[in-house]
Nanobody
Framework: QVQLVESGGGLVQTGGSLRLSCAAS????????MGWYRQAPGNQRELVAS???????NYADSVKGRFTISKDNAKDTVYLQMNSLKPEDTAVYYC???????????WGQGTQVTVSS
């Protein structure tokens, strides 16, 4: 089993920055690619960024050039650096990890990001 714990959310003004962290524990070897998703009220959960075990990254078009996903393997932690934040980035941000040996994903509990205009 894997536990994912997010931190770093909060309230920030338009144009500001936040860095989210996702610390993994447990059966780390069973994790594949990791990612950040977000869900705003009334919207479906959407992919923000992902990173493979080999370090290949992928971003939603809406965050390209503003957000950066990275991984510290020594700390089993994935980060999401968010710059030039906009009110439309307001959402609950969730960390997830692909299950390598079965279908589905591990999910964290989420962290709220609110961008004021």
């Amino acid at each position: 089993q894997v536990q994912l714990v997010e931190s770093g959310g909060g309230l920030v003004q338009t144009g500001g920055s936040l860095r989210l962290s996702c610390a993994a524990s447990g059966s780390i070897f069973s994790m594949g690619a990791m990612g950040w998703y977000r869900q705003a009220p009334g919207n479906q959960r959407e992919l923000v960024a992902s990173i493979t075990n080999g370090g290949r990254t992928n971003y939603a078009d809406s965050v390209k050039g503003r957000f950066t996903i990275s991984k510290d393997n020594a700390k089993d932690t994935v980060y999401l650096q968010m710059n030039s934040l906009k009110p439309e980035d307001t959402a609950v941000y969730y960390c997830n990890a692909e299950r390598r040996f079965s279908s589905g994903y591990y999910w964290g509990q989420g962290t709220q990001v609110t961008v004021s205009s």
